[in-house]
Structure formats: C-alpha cells, structure tokens
C-alpha cells in the first residue's frame, strides 16, 4: 500500500499534503527555476529600465530554457511592443509580464477531466518511444485515480519485453488494479483489444493502455499504434477517449519533431511531459504547447508514485519564475 494512504496522519507540510503541493513542484523544478531565476535576477539587477540588452539576455535566457524559438520570438515581440507603448516601464513589470506571456503560451484549450465513478467508461492510450516513462505514468495515474474513487484496469499492450509486462503488474498489484496482458511478443493490438471488452464487462471507470515505444518486427511503430486505435475505435466508436502522447523532457527540442510524427499517426488529446525533475530546460512545455496546440495533462517531476501531477499553466509558471507562494497555491 501507498504511504500516501496515511497522510492525514502525517504533518501538513510534508510535501503531500495541500499545502505542500506547489513547493514539491517547486522542488521537482529546481533545475530550470535554478538557471531561470538566477539568469533573470542577473539581468533585472540594479536595472531601473529596459534596455534592448535586457531584452537580447532575456532572448537568450528563453531559448536556453528550450521555450523554443517560435514561442520565444514571439513573447520577446510582443514585450518589446508593450515596451515601446510605455506600458512596461521597469525590470519588475518586465517579468510580470513575462509571466503573463509564458502562462498564455503553455495554455491549450481543454475540457477538464472531471471523471466521475460509474459515469462514463474512458479508454486513455497512452504513446511514446521507449523509456519517456509511459508505464510509470500509467502506474502513478492508476493509484491517483483510484484514490479518487474510479475503478482503473490497464492494459499490457507494451509486449516488446517481458519486464514491461512485470512493470506494469506491479505498478496494478500496488493499488489492485486489474492488468490485462498476454505473452511477451503478442500482438499489442489483440491485447488492447481483450482489455477494453474485459474493461466494458466489468464497468471499469478507467481503463489505461501501455502501448510498445519500439517493436519486435520491423512493422512501423505509427503504423502499429494507428492499428491499435483503429481496434479499439471498433469496439467502441468514442473510443479511445483520450490518447495521452508521453514526452521526456530531457529529450530537448527533438522532442518536438517525435511528437509531431506521433500527432500525425494517432490523433492526440493530450501530453504527459515527464522526467522535467531532471532538466534546466522546463521551457519544453512552452515549445511543445505552442507547436502541437494540445494541452498538457500531467507532469512528472520525479519516480515516486505522487511524483504525477495535474498540469496547471499558471502554477507552472510560477514555479518556474519563483513568483508563486505556497499560500496561493491552486494546484488539486
Ligand atoms: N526522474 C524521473 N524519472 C522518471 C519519471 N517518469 C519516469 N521516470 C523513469 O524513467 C524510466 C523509464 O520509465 P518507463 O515508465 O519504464 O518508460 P517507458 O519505456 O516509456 O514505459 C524509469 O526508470 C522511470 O522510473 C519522472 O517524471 N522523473
Ligand atoms: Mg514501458
């Protein structure tokens, strides 16, 4: 069972409980809001005004951060006007507004998923290459979604190797989630498949399907995951509800090209952006959100299972920019 079970027993501020949550993404942050805000504090210091070499170093300070250089372009243009309008007047305004900028950039429309035990079923693909962390997230999510009181069964549809299917029963045996899988090498299609008629005759709230990042046969893997949707789109025409894209933040700007490739086999409904405890380059977000328009659902900033969390641009941001507090923190 998972310590966080327990948690109203342990002190508040032990980084589970509420208010705890933004400084433990603060934490699992603290690479980029490191270069971030010591790059920013740098340039703002004992500036009384803008000048055009704060904006160049603020420029470079984006870009490092990999926001990407459309994103970047962009909010530097759009500071620059305000700028010459008067209406940044001075360093502090200037990340005010860059905040602004930023929070604007990471935001992609999204319904909420407010999923309600016993309403209706969802099937959530969850796609990416090897090691971004799919069964990870599928295994985190599994026990936040049953503490939220939905029924969660998952998929073993990674069969490339047999320690992806162990990972992923283990992941089901800690918060009793039944896994649905077949030998090692079956195809991934035929078990996502068996799990979402196993998932609709047991009424399972949720089901989450770990699909292969690499295969066995040098079948195409987008052509694969496009079979796999097309199976389970049969099964059920709303079906899959979402298909969550996993992204490794360390991967840089490449990152960007995979997810587009990815974006144009199976239809995508949202990101996971994972593994950003271990990058200063947090500004991926930005990159991703302005180059695919999908919003970000979770984040991962660590291994532990209450290491996922729900996206929120501004909480985000604020981490980043070292401009939020615990006592307005927002995040669920
Ligand atoms: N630091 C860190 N490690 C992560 C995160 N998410 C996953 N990992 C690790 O990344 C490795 C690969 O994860 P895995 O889920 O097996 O990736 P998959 O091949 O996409 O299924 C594992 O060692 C995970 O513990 C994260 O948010 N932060
Ligand atoms: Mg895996």
């Given at each position: ?15 589970n ?11 699992g ?5 490191g ?8 340039l ?9 070499e ?35 007047d ?14 604007e950039?990471?935001?992609a429309p999204?319904?909420?998923l407010?999923w ?9 693909l969850?796609?990416?290459v090897?090691g ?11 026990a ?16 490339f190797?047999?320690a ?5 029963q283990?992941?089901g ?22 799990a979402?008629?196993?998932?609709a005759?047991r009424?399972?709230d ?7 990042g690499?295969?066995h ?8 995951l ?5 199976v389970?789109n ?6 899959p509800?979402?298909?969550?894209l996993?992204?490794?933040a ?7 090209a995979q ?15 994972t ?10 977000a930005v990159?991703l959100?302005?180059?695919?328009g999908l919003p970000?659902?979770y ?12 996206f ?16 307005g923190?927002?995040?669920?």
């Amino acid at each position: 069972m998972f310590k966080r079970k327990n948690q109203s027993q342990e002190p508040a501020d032990n980084g589970n409980g509420r208010r705890g949550l933004f400084a433990r993404m603060k934490q699992g942050l603290a690479k980029t809001r490191g270069s971030f805000t010591e790059g920013l504090a740098r340039l703002v210091a004992g500036k009384k005004q803008i000048d055009d070499e704060l904006i160049e170093e603020l420029e470079t300070l984006l870009i490092t951060a990999d926001v990407g250089v459309e994103a970047t372009t962009e909010i530097i243009e759009a500071i620059t006007e305000r700028v010459k309008r008067r209406d940044l007047d001075d360093p502090e305004a200037l990340v005010q507004a860059l905040r602004e900028h930023l929070v604007e950039a990471v935001s992609a429309p999204a319904d909420p998923l407010d999923w309600q035990p016993g309403a209706d079923q969802r099937v959530v693909l969850v796609v990416g290459v090897n090691g971004v962390g799919k069964t990870t997230t599928i295994g985190k999510l599994a026990a936040r979604y049953q503490e939220e009181g939905l029924s969660v069964m998952l998929a073993a549809g990674d069969t490339f190797r047999a320690a992806a299917v162990e990972q992923l029963q283990q992941w089901g045996g800690r918060c009793g989630c039944p896994v649905v899988a077949q030998d090692t090498g079956a195809d991934s299609a035929s078990v996502i498949h068996d799990a979402v008629q196993a998932a609709a005759s047991r009424e399972a709230d949720v089901l989450l399907a770990d699909t292969a990042g690499r295969l066995h046969t040098k079948t195409n893997l987008m052509e694969e995951l496009a079979k796999v949707r097309r199976v389970v789109n049969r099964l059920d025409e709303d079906a899959p509800h979402e298909t969550w894209l996993v992204v490794d933040a360390t991967t840089g700007q490449n990152a960007i090209a995979q997810a587009e490739k990815f974006h144009e086999s199976v239809p995508l409904t949202g990101l996971v952006v994972t593994k950003l405890d271990g990058t200063a380059k947090g500004g991926i977000a930005v990159s991703l959100v302005r180059r695919l328009g999908l919003p970000i659902r979770y984040i991962g900033i660590g291994e532990g299972v209450e290491d996922l969390r729900p996206f929120d641009p501004e909480a985000y941001v604020d981490a980043l920019l070292d401009t939020g507090t615990d006592a307005g923190d927002a995040a669920p």
